[in-house]
């Protein structure tokens, strides 16, 4: 399968006033059901450090509700690139994939740059629309966690890489 879908920070303390979390959270299961059914890699992708998310606390636990389906993988990351000092591109190299699904918490940080970080490493990209979420923060605080949530989409939307596919979509309209 040259598909893998990344769920990104989807934990309890990264969901806190963000904008649709339950429903992120069910498109982000369902998304999860249809990829381990097509055999492609699920990456359940953890933030961690020392002064928030600290690893094993009840805030760094996945989210409540979020299923993780027998085969997908976890991967601790410790930077908004969800690639960077991670075997992440290791993972979807050694699997063939070229198209990285991605799906999240916190649109505006992780989400969008481990987005770029994949087409700079060559990977083509699907953004789930409404399969990422955000909540305002002391920097973008006159924009709601859902104008930061559109914003990405906007962005990605008209972002062209060379020799890259791009495309945003709804989860329901996901090929997989």
């Not at 928030?52 to 690139?81: C, H, M, N, Y």
């Amino acid at each position: 399968m040259d598909t893998a879908l990344l769920v990104i920070d989807v934990q309890e303390e990264a969901l806190e006033g963000c904008h649709d979390p339950d429903g992120v959270v069910e498109r982000i299961n369902d998304l999860a059901r249809r990829t381990t059914e097509s055999g492609a890699p699920l990456i359940y992708i953890q933030h961690e450090d020392d002064g928030e998310l600290i690893r094993e606390s009840p805030g760094w636990q996945l989210a409540r509700g979020l299923e993780r389906p027998e085969g997908s993988v976890r991967l601790a990351k410790t930077f908004r690139d969800s690639f960077e000092a991670t075997d992440l591109q290791g993972m979807l190299e050694r699997d063939g994939v070229r198209r990285v699904v991605v799906t999240g918490v916190h649109s505006d940080f992780c989400v969008q740059t481990t987005a770029l970080s994949a087409l700079i490493r060559g990977f083509d990209l699907t953004l789930i629309s409404d399969g990422h979420t955000s909540r305002p923060t002391p920097e973008s605080s006159e924009l709601s966690g859902e104008a930061l949530t559109q914003l990405v989409n906007a962005r990605m939307a008209t972002l062209r890489y060379p020799g890259r596919s791009i495309e945003v979509v709804r989860a329901a309209e996901l090929s997989l």
